[in-house]
């Protein structure tokens, strides 16, 4: 008997060691996680990509997806000997009903990282709000929008520029959908027919705008509705066109060509969208 437990506590003994230095190495574990934006629509296909300090040959990284605490998604993906990992998965589907904060936790060797999205519906040419813009010699007009990512604190009409400014303050990336009345703003050709708006985004306190790109998301006889890209930090949007309310007759593309002119001056390229489609 005394064999056997002097045998059993050396082998306790023994071990304890070994086991210490198997949680202290697996304290020290890194991980690093990243998503290829901080927000998405419905239908959107999101990458997410991922490092581990410490390879452990032949163990793959768990990731996990929640959204109030439940669980729409689990995967377990294969480590480079690099210790590089990616994964993606379209936020689509029964479990994507509502908006708010998505969250990727991803586990390995005992370590744990977490990293957090932003999720919205794709309510395009759905509008939740409306601003009344006033026109500087008289009178008022509506624009209908829906802005996600953050709220609009103004807008206003720069006759100069033949353009509606913007502002807006920004918590994340996100987009804004507006809905442009043809009588009040617009943009067209010495024919009457459509052409492009052309979209500047102020990013911070900079001064030089960004021509960003936008999605035309529907058109009618009496308006225009565009899907404009927002990240957090931008601090103001200005839609350029042909004319704005009260008219200015046919200097309107005059103007507009000398806006166009600056807008090449000033933006070296534009900015892409941030919300990739399917």
Known sequence: MQ???LFVILSVLLTMPM???QEEALGAQKITLTADNTAYQ???VITITGKIEKVLPGMPVTLQIFFEKNLLQVSQVKVS??????DTFTAAGPQWQNEGTVIIKSD???AST?????FF????????SNYEVKIPEGGTFDVPYTMKGGIISSMNLNQKNLSLIINIATSSDGNLNINLPRDSIDSVDSNGQDIDFIVLMYEGNSEIPIQTDFKKTESGDGFRSIDIPVKDGDTKIEIVGTHVVPEFGTIAMIVLAVAIVSIIAVSA???LSIMPRV
């Open 3 to 5: 064999k056997i437990s």
């Open 19 to 21: 086991a210490f230095g």
């Open 42 to 44: 419905e239908g959107d």
């Open 81 to 86: 000997q690099d210790g590089e990992f990616t």
């Open 108 to 110: 390995y060797g005992g």
């Open 114 to 118: 977490e990293l957090k999205i932003e």
């Open 121 to 128: 519906k794709n309510t395009s040419g759905v509008f939740t």
């Open 269 to 271: 390229k534009s900015r």
